[in-house]
T-cell receptor, first 111, second 116 residues
């Protein structure tokens, strides 16, 4: 069983819609959770992190964490074509330094 | 430089040859990571260095892979007797350490390795 699971997609949404990206993880001891965005041919860059249960909003992005269900999600409101990328969920299990990445979900926002 | 620097950006080699990949982390970052990303796949952890502590080598896929970090800065990932399945993008990342750390990793642009 993979430690961090994501649907590989592609997830296709029209411009202006809400994109919902989901991630589940297996290690209940995980403390911190990250969403990285990776454009094709580029390296990943951090867009959100969340530590506590609930929602965390940053501009058009909202990260949601439910530790009881071992589930973390990323919502992108008013999706733009420039949001088209692969979104990688990463989890920090013990030992805390080793970020474990999911396989990524490819998002396509169509004009 | 301002970011994580990796070289070479592209490397094509023949099966059985050895390769070295270099990473220069962000100045002041004490933690350094190597990940591998195969085509269309997620990131596979390889090795982690933190200061003078013993590295976490738990992700290295075989004894053909080794890495060192000299002077707490530049790191070299060496793959001996390369195989076709070693073809991937090798990503280096660095981060701050300590409780003030958000956990953000700063990635280099990667070294694309192709083994013929």
């Amino acid at each position: 069983q993979k430690e961090v699971e994501q649907n590989s997609g592609p997830l296709s949404v029209p411009e202006g819609a809400i994109a919902s990206l989901n991630c589940t993880y297996s290690d209940r001891g995980s403390q911190s959770f990250f969403w990285y965005r990776q454009y094709s041919g580029k390296s990943p860059e951090l867009i959100m992190f969340i530590y506590s249960n609930g929602d965390k909003e940053d501009g058009r992005f909202t990260a949601q964490l439910n530790k009881a269900s071992q589930y973390v999600s990323l919502l992108i409101r008013d999706s733009q074509p420039s949001d088209s990328a692969t979104y990688l969920c990463a989890v920090n299990p013990a030992p805390w330094h080793m970020l474990t990445f999911g396989g990524g979900t490819r998002l396509m926002v169509k004009p | 430089g301002a970011g994580v620097s990796q070289s070479p950006s592209n490397k094509v080699t023949e099966k059985g040859k050895d390769v070295e990949l270099r990473c220069d982390p962000i100045s002041g970052h004490t933690a350094l990571y190597w990940y591998r990303q195969s085509l269309g796949q997620g990131l596979e952890f390889l090795i982690y260095f933190q200061g003078n502590s013993a590295p976490d080598k738990s992700g290295l896929p075989s004894d053909r892979f080794s890495a060192e970090r000299t002077g707490g800065s530049v790191s070299t990932l060496t793959i001996q007797r390369t195989q076709q399945e070693d073809s991937a993008v090798y990503l280096c990342a660095s981060s701050l350490e300590g409780r003030s750390n958000t956990g953000e990793l700063f990635f280099g642009e990667g070294s694309r390795l192709t083994v013929l």
